[in-house]
């Protein structure tokens, strides 16, 4: 059995795309195990440049099958957008499967989370209004619509109807929006549920067997640590959790059975949308990263907060998600920096000094981080294969990483095609 699990330690965006891209080529299975069409996983193959939502980015290498696990909350269109878009660039999609207990989102999905985000005088979270937060709210509430319900047209016809009534209710009355019509979309649902009908597999059975029989299963989350539903930095966080832990309910497979948990950083922070980011440079410094590090979201375009790395947050998410394996991607972007800060401590409104991340989102805002201060290099690393070629500052940075947080760096992305890595240790 080799289980391979690659999840984002900040505050999404950190290129797990890349690094799931890198090892599925040896992976049997390839599995998304959470979020939605929401995600924006980038990989580059030569000149060629794939944005992948929904599908796992493992579905351009992966020999064996890709699964959208039930964790996952899906839109069938977006769904199949992306399987035409691989299909016209001459690529498979025959090994991509849904679970039958993974969510549908719905019209009404997405309305809702238009109209809250629009909302005058409402707490916008930033969400990418993809419709994923309703989706998993209904979920919780019972009255979801999952996979398998789009195969059984009674089921589907009763689940709209009971969901239309509460929803139209509150589009009309609250929001003063119009309502929706119940043949419109049990006739679109209906068929797109003929159409991926063959797609949709108890994945979790298959999964299991896989284990047994010792295949390599690469799990695969979106979004990060930091926007975790209950982890990160509530309510500025994602509707599910894309941590190690969240492997076990969103794939249906036991905490048994996890072994390489490999978590990615980059080298800097980035996050987009709202919400409290205590090294944020609203500067020239945090300007001229967003322009070298090309940082606007896959997903959305929106410009990328940028700031110095922050090792308090990334302690914090290791520790959640249990890492034993580091990826530091984007150490190239830092090149040509004089001088190189990280975050190690928080000063706190009553002047406190902390080395933790808090679980009060308000009390952040107001936390100032303190820095040490590390020379940079000036050398252009995009060509470096091997660790020993890296300057030797360049190596102090890496090194002061893994000396505060007591892991090792296995991987070092120096430039985002999948052939830029300095590989410290072959997992495989």
């Not at 025959?94 to 309305?111: E, G, K, Q, T």
Request: proline share 4%.
């Amino acid at each position: 059995m080799a289980t391979y699990v690659v999840v984002g330690l900040q505050y999404g965006d950190e290129g797990k795309g890349k690094i799931t891209d890198v090892l599925s080529a040896k992976s049997d299975y390839v599995v998304r195990f959470q979020g939605g069409d929401n995600a924006g996983h980038t990989v580059y193959v030569g000149e060629e440049k794939f944005v992948l939502h929904l599908l796992p980015s493992g579905v351009l290498q992966c020999k064996g099958k890709c699964v959208i696990g039930n964790g996952v909350v899906v839109n069938p269109k977006s769904f199949l957008r992306e399987i035409a878009q691989i299909e016209e660039k001459g690529m498979r999609t025959d090994h991509v499967f849904i679970s039958r207990r993974a969510h549908v989102i719905m019209p009404y999905h997405i309305l809702l989370d238009t109209y809250r985000e629009e909302e005058e005088g409402g707490t916008q979270i930033g969400t990418t209004k993809k419709g994923i937060g309703p989706c998993y709210e209904d979920k919780i509430a019972r009255v979801g619509i999952r996979m398998v319900d789009l195969l059984n047209p009674e089921v589907l016809a009763e689940k709209i109807k009971k969901s239309l009534k509460t929803k139209n209710s509150l589009f009309e009355k609250y929001f003063e929006k119009p309502t929706l019509e119940f043949d419109e979309i049990y006739n679109e649902f209906l068929a797109l549920g003929e159409t991926l009908k063959d797609r949709i597999v108890d994945t979790e059975v298959e999964l299991n067997q896989a284990i047994h029989n010792g295949k390599n299963i690469l799990f695969e989350g979106a979004q990060a640590a930091m926007l975790d539903i209950d982890f990160g930095t509530y309510p500025y966080v994602t509707s599910s959790s894309p941590t190690t832990g969240g492997v076990c309910a969103g794939a249906g497979v036991p905490p048994t059975s996890l072994q390489n948990l490999i978590g990615v950083a980059k080298a800097y922070t980035t996050r987009v949308g709202n919400g409290p980011f205590p090294t944020e440079l609203n500067d020239e410094t945090g300007a001229e990263m967003r322009r070298i590090g090309h940082e606007f979201g896959a997903t959305t375009g929106r410009p990328r907060r940028c700031g110095w790395l922050d090792l308090v947050s990334l302690k914090h998410a290791t520790m959640i998600n249990g890492i034993n394996n580091l990826v530091i991607t984007k150490l190239d972007v830092l090149s040509g920096m004089p001088t190189l800060k990280i975050a190690t401590k928080y000063k706190t409104e009553d002047g406190k000094i902390i080395d933790y991340f808090t679980s009060s989102t308000t009390k952040l805002y107001n936390y100032e981080p303190m820095y040490e201060e590390l020379e940079g290099w000036t050398e252009d690393i995009t060509q470096a294969r091997s660790y020993d070629e890296l300057p030797a500052n360049a190596k102090k940075y890496i090194e002061f990483i893994e000396n505060y947080l007591g892991i090792n760096v296995y991987l070092v992305s120096v430039g985002p095609e999948r052939s830029q890595n300095i590989i410290r240790k072959e997992l495989f």
